[in-house]
């Protein structure tokens, strides 16, 4: 079992930056890949960017990539997703979302495990 809580989201002006944490817990997280899936008002599952679980593979969604950067500190059992150039576009619920099958949470947007999700708004 992987218990996951993400924080770090809040309110920020087009063009700002948010940093998000994810905190792991649980007998096999070093083990977990970790990703990011975000879901806007009235809008489907987007993948945001995944990191294997040595933090030396990564991979973004279309729409972050150059402007948002997924690493992990296995020591914290901690994944970030630091989020730069933000677009009103960005506004959604952010999911942190944890599996054992690299590959599973980019193709399907589905996981083993989430977090609760926290907010990320993008104003204008």
């Known amino acids: 079992q992987v218990r996951l809580v993400e924080s770090g989201g809040g309110l920020v002006q087009v063009g700002g930056s948010l940093r998000l944490s994810c905190v792991a817990s649980g007998r096999t997280v070093s083990r977990t890949h970790v990703g990011w899936i975000r879901q806007g008002p009235g809008k489907e599952r987007d993948f945001v960017a995944v990191i294997d679980w040595s933090g030396r593979s990564t991979y973004y969604g279309d729409s972050v990539r150059g402007r948002f950067t997924i690493s992990r500190d296995n020591a914290k059992n901690t994944v970030y997703l630091q989020m730069n150039s933000l677009k009103p576009e960005d506004t959604a619920v952010y999911y942190c979302?944890?599996?054992?099958?690299?590959?599973?949470?980019?193709?399907?947007?589905?996981?083993?495990?989430w977090g609760q999700g926290t907010q990320v708004t993008v104003s204008t």
């Open positions: 979302a944890a599996d054992g099958e690299w590959g599973r949470i980019e193709t399907t947007k589905s996981a083993d495990y």
